[in-house]
């Protein structure tokens, strides 16, 4: 598991630039602000999942907006930190995210448990992740 997250944590690294120039290529339809629901209108990265969401890491945490509501995660909802510059999905959906170092991740939406873990993602030097498919890495 923890060659897994190491893993991780360079390829996300290593697509940060790829994920700042295709945010930059969005075209914007709709503005969003902390009016209608954002937890901060400094955004850093915008993510759209695999089913649709979209994601909004912040200066204060993530913003999680289906079309039509918001939800929002900071570290009362178990983030290691509230800034978050990248956001990632895995293979089996699960959404990770980080501002230079992974800090945590969600599973189906909710924060994971990972009282399991001897040190926090927060405190471990994570240098690369990969993700296997059936066609390779």
């Known amino acids: 598991k923890r060659l897994c997250l190491i893993i991780l944590i360079v390829f996300l690294l290593?697509?940060?630039?790829?994920?700042?120039?295709y945010t930059?290529?969005?075209?914007?339809?709709?503005?969003?602000t902390e009016t209608d629901g954002l937890v901060s209108?400094?955004?850093?990265?915008?993510?759209?999942?695999s089913?649709?969401?979209?994601?909004?890491?912040?200066?204060?945490?993530?913003?999680?907006?289906?079309?039509?509501?918001?939800r929002t995660f900071?570290?009362?909802?178990?983030?290691?930190?509230?800034?978050?510059?990248l956001i990632f999905e895995d293979q089996q959906g699960m959404l990770w995210?980080?501002?230079g170092v992974l800090s945590s991740f969600l599973e189906r939406g909710k924060p994971m448990d990972m009282s399991w873990m001897e040190t926090p993602l927060s405190e471990l030097d994570i240098t690369m992740y990969y993700d296997e498919?059936?066609?390779?890495?």
């Open 14 to 21: 290593s697509n940060w630039t790829v994920s700042v120039a």
């Open 24 to 32: 930059a290529e969005l075209e914007i339809e709709k503005t969003l």
């Open 41 to 49: 209108n400094t955004v850093l990265t915008i993510f759209e999942d």
């Open 51 to 70: 089913h649709g969401t979209m994601w909004f890491g912040t200066t204060d945490g993530v913003t999680r907006y289906d079309g039509e509501n918001f």
């Open 74 to 85: 900071t570290t009362e909802d178990g983030l290691a930190w509230n800034t978050i510059g």
């Open 97 to 99: 995210f980080a501002d």
């Open 133 to 137: 498919t059936p066609e390779g890495i």
